[in-house]
T-cell receptor
Framework: KAGVTQTPRYLIKTRGQQVTLSCSPISGHRSVSWYQQTPGQGLQFLFEYFSETQRNKGNFPGRFSGRQFSNSRSEMNVSTLELGDSALYLC?????????????FGSGTRLTVV | TQLLEQSPQFLSIQEGENLTVYCNSSSVFSSLQWYRQEPGEGPVLLVTVVTGGEVKKLKRLTFQFGDARKDSSLHITAAQPGDTGLYLCAGSNSGGSNYKLTFGKGTLLTVNP
């Protein structure tokens, strides 16, 4: 079956712009999470959605937002981009409601802010 | 705030050697997962351990969950160049609003032929 699909794979944006990243989970998976990965901080949790509801949010500024659609696809948006937002953004989906048995990650979107 | 400390941060060994990676926390997790990540790709789940004291084997990889469910280890026997990658441990807690993984910063393993 198809894995988690993230688009686009690479993005270059200018400071102050906004960006939208997309994630299509594995068919049947209703939990979708987003993580930011940087060399200094590792993987940090952004937010998690289940059945279109945000159930948890990490410690990121309000410029980071997300949503989930009825088909479980998810998007995240970053407004007023800063240089420090350059990172690999990873989406993960899980069949299990609580995700305790493992997540399947996409290949990520590499965002570069210049 | 729950934290996971991984050690060592970097490990470079020769093919055929054994190694152990550690993942420690002061907090209890209901489950702990190990992932391997290769450059330019997302992490791939290797194993999930749920029960304190649990040991799981995946070919040459052995995973152990501490009795108190606060720590875990990954042991690789006779490492091969194909084992090269970033190994990440991640803790999960069920219930409440804690639907997330807490990741360690990873162990970058290089196995030289």
């Amino acid at each position: 079956k198809a894995g988690v699909t993230q688009t686009p794979r690479y993005l270059i944006k200018t400071r102050g712009q906004q960006v939208t990243l997309s994630c299509s989970p594995i068919s049947g998976h209703r939990s979708v999470s987003w993580y930011q990965q940087t060399p200094g901080q590792g993987l940090q949790f952004l937010f998690e959605y289940f059945s279109e509801t945000q159930r948890n949010k990490g410690n990121f500024p309000g410029r980071f937002s997300g949503r989930q659609f009825s088909n479980s696809r998810s998007e995240m948006n970053v407004s007023t981009l800063e240089l420090g937002d350059s990172a690999l953004y990873l989406c993960a989906s899980s069949f299990n409601r609580e995700g305790g048995y493992g997540y399947t990650f996409g290949s990520g979107t590499r965002l570069t802010v210049v | 705030t729950q934290l996971l400390e991984q050690s060592p941060q970097f490990l470079s060994i020769q093919e055929g050697e054994n190694l152990t990676v550690y993942c420690n926390s002061s907090s209890v997790f209901s489950s702990l997962q190990w992932y391997r990540q290769e450059p330019g790709e997302g992490p791939v789940l290797l194993v999930t351990v749920v029960t304190g004291g649990e040991v799981k084997k995946l070919k040459r990889l052995t995973f152990q969950f501490g009795d108190a469910r606060k720590d875990s280890s990954l042991h690789i026997t006779a490492a091969q160049p194909g084992d090269t990658g970033l190994y990440l441990c991640a803790g999960s807690n069920s219930g409440g609003s804690n639907y997330k993984l807490t990741f360690g910063k990873g162990t970058l393993l290089t196995v030289n032929p």
